[in-house]
């Protein structure tokens, strides 16, 4: 697995092919109209190849053991946040993606739950628990327009005590990004209930849209 080393986005991540549809900003058309609730999201590589199927087995397949070499890319992707000049981001709380409790139920786990707690041993911050949960069960985001899936997340995360994610800097974490609006919902409620910065991190950025959590 290759780690996606061309132009991005400077704001969401968007892999993108050429300076061309710029206009000599370094925001993608999407940004330069409007806003995500997340102050930077990158992604480790594409949602295809080999990284892709690795994805799709620990995800559905379960296999668990992929958790932590998948962790490594996500700590390798997270030094392509960027600061302004400034020093390295200090984040004091990694968290997870939430899954509604019925889904987790039927899955028996949370990927980016795995995912936060190994990246957690290498990067030594710690993961919180039920800081941020998905109130609702929403429907699966597959095959939904960007539109739409905005929708379909949009209250679906509540923070239970504001108190515990006040004034912090956190690193959210699910597998894939697609559209956006499944971190940007989940950002959207951290930062309501006082976070300083919340920034997303994922493994994969799907070129169309594919299951997200």
Same mark, same amino acid.
């Given at each position: 697995? /290759?780690?996606?080393?061309? &132009?991005?986005?400077?704001? $969401?991540?968007?892999?993108?092919?050429?300076?061309?549809?710029?206009?000599?900003?370094?925001?993608?058309?999407?940004c330069?109209?409007?806003?995500y609730?997340?102050? /930077?999201?990158?992604?480790?590589?594409?949602?295809?190849?080999?990284?892709?199927?690795?994805?799709?087995?620990?995800?559905?397949?379960?296999?668990f053991p992929l958790?932590?070499? &998948? !962790?490594? $890319?996500?700590?390798?992707?997270?030094?392509?946040?960027?600061?302004?000049?400034?020093?390295?981001?200090?984040?004091?709380?990694i968290?997870? %993606?939430p899954?509604h409790?019925?889904r987790?139920?039927?899955?028996?786990?949370?990927q980016? /739950?795995?995912?936060?707690?190994?990246?957690? *041993?290498?990067?030594?911050?710690?993961?919180?628990?039920?800081?941020? %949960?998905?109130?609702?069960?929403?429907?699966?985001?597959?095959?939904l327009?960007g539109?739409? *899936? *905005?929708?379909?997340?949009r209250? !679906?995360?509540?923070?239970p005590e504001?108190?515990?994610?006040?004034?912090?800097?956190?690193?959210?974490?699910d597998? %894939?990004?697609?559209?956006?609006?499944?971190?940007?919902?989940?950002?959207a409620?951290?930062?309501?209930?006082?976070?300083?910065?919340? *920034?997303?991190?994922?493994?994969?950025?799907?070129?169309?849209?594919?299951?997200?959590?």
């Amino acid at each position: 697995m /290759q780690p996606y080393d061309g &132009l991005e986005c400077e704001h $969401c991540g968007l892999f993108l092919g050429s300076t061309l549809g710029l206009h000599g900003t370094e925001l993608c058309g999407l940004c330069r109209r409007a806003s995500y609730s997340f102050d /930077q999201a990158r992604s480790f590589a594409e949602y295809d190849g080999v990284l892709g199927a690795l994805i799709r087995r620990f995800k559905y397949d379960a296999w668990f053991p992929l958790a932590k070499p &998948l !962790a490594r $890319c996500l700590q390798e992707a997270s030094g392509r946040f960027t600061t302004g000049g400034k020093s390295p981001i200090q984040f004091d709380l990694i968290l997870p %993606v939430p899954l509604h409790r019925n889904r987790q139920r039927k899955r028996g786990f949370n990927q980016a /739950q795995l995912l936060a707690a190994n990246l957690s *041993r290498l990067n030594g911050v710690r993961v919180g628990g039920r800081d941020c %949960v998905r109130m609702r069960d929403t429907p699966p985001q597959t095959g939904l327009r960007g539109a739409e *899936r *905005r929708k379909n997340v949009r209250g !679906a995360f509540a923070v239970p005590e504001p108190g515990r994610v006040k004034g912090a800097s956190i690193l959210l974490i699910d597998d %894939v990004l697609t559209t956006g609006a499944t971190l940007d919902a989940c950002a959207a409620a951290l930062r309501e209930a006082g976070a300083a910065q919340v *920034r997303a991190l994922t493994l994969a950025r799907a070129r169309k849209p594919q299951p997200e959590s």
